[in-house]
């Protein structure tokens, strides 16, 4: 069965301005919190995985929370591009929902380790990093909620509250980083698929 996404620690996005963290290093640091998690991990692991020695990864960031913050950094602004484009089409709400759990069921075959991090560390990034993350996590929800409302409005979906929808779909994706695999029976949009039939299932008026 054909694969459409490649999940390995390489496929880590570009980091945006605001992290200002070398992609090596993001790379590096997505594969070591992976697999020792963010509190058992330490900056000697990464810059071996690196291929730096510990001074020198100093130069490029002032501790450990640095790439942690930087991973969902690079993320969430990949994330957001094509949701904002499909929010925006002219397609029927329901092609919307279709659309953006395909979406995020791709990004999560492509980011699975990067994601795992976030989700399972992401308490441990604190202060205006934890608010900024927030502001962008928010804006993801924000842009389901409206379509959900859209559908609410037109008629075709059943009167629910948008933004305890919103919260539902975008949970039952992003949980799946725990248990999809490239190698596994269904690819990436076959569980997009799934997940959309049983979210239009509850959602569409009748």
């Given at each position: 069965m054909p694969r459409t996404a490649t999940a390995t620690a390489?496929?880590?996005p570009e980091?945006?301005?605001?992290?200002?963290?070398?992609?090596?290093?993001i790379?590096?640091?997505?594969?070591?919190f992976s697999e020792r998690g963010y509190h058992a991990a330490s900056m000697?692991?990464?810059?071996?995985?690196?291929?730096?020695?510990?001074?020198?990864?100093?130069?490029?960031?002032?501790?450990?929370?640095d790439p942690l913050f930087a991973i969902p950094a690079a993320q969430i602004a990949a994330l957001l591009a094509e949701?904002?484009?499909?929010?925006?089409?002219?397609?029927?709400?329901?092609?919307?929902?279709?659309?953006?759990?395909?979406?995020?069921?791709?990004?999560?075959?492509?980011n699975r380790d990067g994601v795992a991090v976030f989700l399972s560390?992401?308490?441990?990034?604190?202060?205006?990093?934890?608010?900024?993350?927030?502001?962008?996590?928010?804006?993801?929800?924000?842009?389901?909620?409206q379509i959900v409302t859209e559908g609410r409005s037109t008629g075709e979906f059943a009167d629910l509250p948008p933004e305890l929808v919103a919260k539902a779909l975008l949970g039952m994706a992003n949980w799946a980083y725990t248990w999809f695999r490239?190698?596994?029976?269904?690819t990436a949009d076959e569980v997009g698929e799934v997940?959309?039939?049983?979210?239009?299932?509850?959602?569409?008026a009748r």
């Open positions: 390489d496929a880590v980091p945006g301005p605001e992290s200002g963290v070398r992609p090596d290093i790379r590096a640091a997505t594969r070591v000697t692991e990464i810059a071996e995985a690196v291929g730096m020695r510990k001074p020198s990864l100093y130069h490029h960031v002032r501790k450990k929370e949701p904002l484009a499909v929010s925006s089409a002219s397609t029927s709400p329901a092609d919307k929902v279709r659309e953006l759990l395909h979406l995020t069921m791709r990004f999560i075959a492509r560390e992401r308490h441990a990034v604190t202060g205006e990093r934890w608010q900024a993350l927030v502001v962008k996590r928010d804006l993801y929800e924000r842009m389901v909620s490239q190698d596994g029976p269904m997940f959309a039939a049983i979210a239009l299932r509850g959602l569409v």
